[in-house]
């Protein structure tokens, strides 16, 4: 079946198509026995759909032309039995079926963003964060609807349209050759529209993802945007972009209109030729009006069916660019390999060694580091200094190890971060830089984000510690007080202060501060700094700053140049 999916579709590559649905379906196959159940519910739906014409016929031809009460009675009493049994079985479905949807969906959903953590903010800094939002949200959602409603249609499908031309059969064999004459021009027609149907559905989604990435970038801006006073010019933007939007959805409803229009124009016609002919037999008496009226019913349930399998060839193309578009994000590669066995850290306060080290960003000549050497001892204290640009951020990553070295090594207490485990080298590795991350969530929670099991005791310690007191006593509800949207409402050095606070709960082995006091004044950065060199003496912290004053009393001071790290005198 997932080959003839894949082949269904216009792709320039059907193999990596066809490895999208295998994707897919795996999550689906796991719900087997829930599609099980729903399969069986819809068994029973249609037949007692296909139940409703032949009552009608026996009600019109048994009861009212016989003039036989007794029949019209039992029958209009099987006619409602018979509905309410359908309107009881259409709500357990429609439950059912929001329920296995929303798993499906979900668990894609999941899957995706968990590819997504392992990335490293190269690939983000590449990427238009809306872009990556309207994948993982429309283009998911998109799918999900295909992976389960195509499935439930089809069936359905399929169980009406054999069930109706068996109904039909037992009427006339010979009306019921109007179906064959319908379904090849049809099938022909849908095979000439579905390549526009690709086409502009995957430019609608792209000019969605321009909308979802202008507003990820200037909502956050709209402080800067304002003091600059280019309001209109935004607007502006805004308004192209929903202009080049609605082109295209305009485009996609006509070509969509004509792609349904000529169906079911062909569909009224057999309909008319069918009420034409029937309508002659009943005339001449050689059939019976309820047995007109059943097949006419009948062959609207044969149509829609085969109308709605026709659609769902249509929606193939539809649903293939979306699964193209998060394939694309499925098929990017970690900058950092996992590996299947780590090494644990071994005891120590955080010693670092750097061997031979080598990297350039991918798609770059030049060498952020060319051979660097370095060594810190654990426990102390440094300042790493350089020009901006130079490289110190990177180290900073590549000790996080969000990218692999070219070549040489990094070591902390004597294992290679090659070999431990991200997520355990990364809380032993405390950053904290100028670019604050701030949840919506309430001030305690954002203190223990790193250490969600610290107690509330911790916390508070911790808040104390980075000189929060004064913050939390203005706080409405003090340290359970709900910051919004990425903390807005608080300055940058009550921030700064925060992501202290929160570091200090995560009690790593290393500490970097990457200018994490540039917002305080220098009173505050001494008393920030003397907590640290307090409750980190025995742990290495590594201080990079501009400003003088920060790099006081470091123990070894580094200069980055030129690809190398320079041991350079300190001062005290």
């Known amino acids: 079946m997932l080959k003839w999916l894949s082949r269904t579709v216009t792709h320039d590559n059907p193999e990596q198509l066809e490895q999208a649905f295998r994707w897919l379906y795996s999550f689906v196959r796991p719900q087997r026995r829930a599609i099980l159940g729903l399969l069986l519910l819809s068994v029973c739906a249609t037949f007692l759909v296909l139940?409703?014409?032949?009552?009608?016929?026996?009600?019109?031809?048994?009861?009212?032309?016989?003039?036989?009460?007794?029949?019209?009675v039992s029958v209009a009493l099987g006619m409602i039995f018979v509905?309410?049994?359908?309107?009881?079985?259409?709500?357990?479905?429609?439950?059912?079926?929001?329920?296995?949807?929303?798993?499906?969906?979900?668990?894609?959903?999941?899957?995706?963003?968990?590819?997504?953590?392992?990335?490293?903010?190269?690939?983000?800094?590449?990427?238009?964060?809306?872009?990556?939002?309207?994948?993982?949200?429309?283009?998911?959602?998109?799918?999900?609807?295909f992976a389960v409603d195509s499935l439930f249609s089809a069936v359905s499908s399929v169980l009406g349209l054999i069930g109706a031309a068996v109904m039909m059969l037992l009427l006339s064999w010979k009306l019921s050759l109007l179906v064959l004459i319908l379904i090849p021009l049809e099938v022909l027609w849908l095979r000439w529209m579905r390549q526009k149907?690709?086409?502009?559905?995957?430019?609608?989604?792209?000019?969605?993802?321009?909308?979802?990435?202008?507003?990820?970038?200037?909502?956050?801006?709209?402080?800067?945007?304002?003091?600059?006073?280019?309001?209109?010019?935004?607007?502006?933007?805004?308004?192209?972009?929903?202009?080049?939007?609605?082109?295209?959805?305009?485009?996609?409803?006509?070509?969509?209109?004509?792609?349904?229009?000529?169906?079911?124009?062909?569909?009224s016609?057999?309909?008319?030729?069918?009420?034409?002919?029937g309508g002659y037999w009943v005339i001449e008496g050689t059939w019976q009006l309820g047995a007109l009226i059943a097949f006419s019913?009948?062959?609207?349930?044969?149509?829609?069916?085969?109308?709605?399998?026709?659609?769902?060839?249509?929606?193939?193309?539809?649903?293939?660019?979306?699964?193209?578009?998060?394939?694309?994000?499925?098929?990017?590669?970690?900058?950092?390999?996992?590996?299947?066995?780590?090494?644990?850290?071994?005891?120590?306060?955080?010693?670092?060694?750097?061997?031979?080290?080598?990297?350039?960003?991918?798609?770059?000549?030049?060498?952020?580091?060319?051979?660097?050497?370095?060594?810190i001892r654990g426990g102390s204290k440094v300042a790493l200094t350089g020009s901006s640009g130079v490289g110190k951020s990177t180290l900073v990553d590549l000790l996080h190890?969000?990218?692999?070295?070219?070549?040489?090594?990094?070591?902390?207490?004597?294992?290679?971060?090659?070999?431990i485990d991200p997520s355990s080298l990364r809380q032993q590795v405390a950053v904290v830089s100028q670019d604050i991350v701030l949840f919506r969530a309430t001030l305690r929670e954002n203190i223990r984000y790193a250490n969600p099991a610290a107690s509330d005791e911790a916390v508070l310690l911790a808040a104390k510690q980075s000189k929060l007191e004064a913050l939390i006593e203005h706080l409405p509800e003090g340290i359970d007080t709900e910051f919004g949207e990425r903390g807005q409402q608080l300055s940058g050095g009550q921030r700064q202060r925060i992501a202290i606070a929160r570091a200090l709960l995560q009690n790593p082995r290393v500490l970097v501060l990457d200018e994490a006091t540039a917002a305080v004044d220098e009173k505050t950065e001494e008393e920030v700094i003397a907590a640290v060199d307090q409750l980190f003496s025995d742990r290495t912290r590594i201080l990079i700053s501009h400003r003088a004053s920060t790099l006081v009393g470091v123990d070894q001071r580094i200069l980055l140049q030129d690809g190398k790290l320079n041991v350079v005198e300190a001062t005290g």
Request: aromatic fraction near 8%.
């Open 83 to 145: 509905g309410i049994i359908s309107t009881a079985l259409s709500g357990v479905n429609r439950y059912l079926h929001t329920q296995l949807s929303g798993k499906i969906l979900f668990a894609l959903r999941n899957d995706l963003y968990q590819h997504l953590q392992t990335l490293s903010p190269l690939f983000y800094g590449r990427h238009r964060i809306g872009d990556i939002m309207s994948r993982i949200d429309g283009d998911v959602a998109q799918i999900q609807r």
């Open 269 to 277: 016609l057999t309909r008319a030729s069918a009420f034409l002919i």
């Open 297 to 375: 019913t009948y062959l609207g349930m044969a149509v829609g069916p085969v109308n709605s399998l026709l659609g769902l060839y249509v929606a193939i193309q539809r649903m293939s660019v979306s699964l193209g578009r998060v394939n694309e994000l499925r098929l990017q590669q970690p900058e950092v390999a996992r590996n299947h066995v780590y090494t644990e850290l071994p005891n120590g306060n955080g010693g670092i060694s750097i061997r031979d080290l080598c990297f350039a960003y991918p798609g770059r000549v030049e060498n952020v580091f060319d051979q660097a050497e370095l060594d």
């Open 51 to 72: 139940l409703q014409p032949w009552l009608t016929k026996t009600l019109i031809d048994g009861g009212l032309i016989a003039k036989d009460y007794s029949v019209l």
């Open 401 to 419: 190890r969000h990218f692999e070295p070219n070549s040489g090594s990094i070591m902390i207490d004597g294992v290679a971060v090659a070999d």
């Open 197 to 267: 149907v690709e086409v502009q559905t995957r430019q609608l989604r792209e000019r969605s993802a321009d909308i979802s990435s202008f507003l990820v970038e200037t909502l956050p801006a709209m402080k800067f945007i304002q003091s600059v006073g280019q309001e209109p010019k935004e607007r502006k933007r805004l308004e192209g972009l929903n202009h080049n939007y609605l082109g295209d959805l305009l485009k996609l409803q006509v070509t969509e209109f004509f792609t349904q229009a000529i169906p079911s124009t062909l569909t």
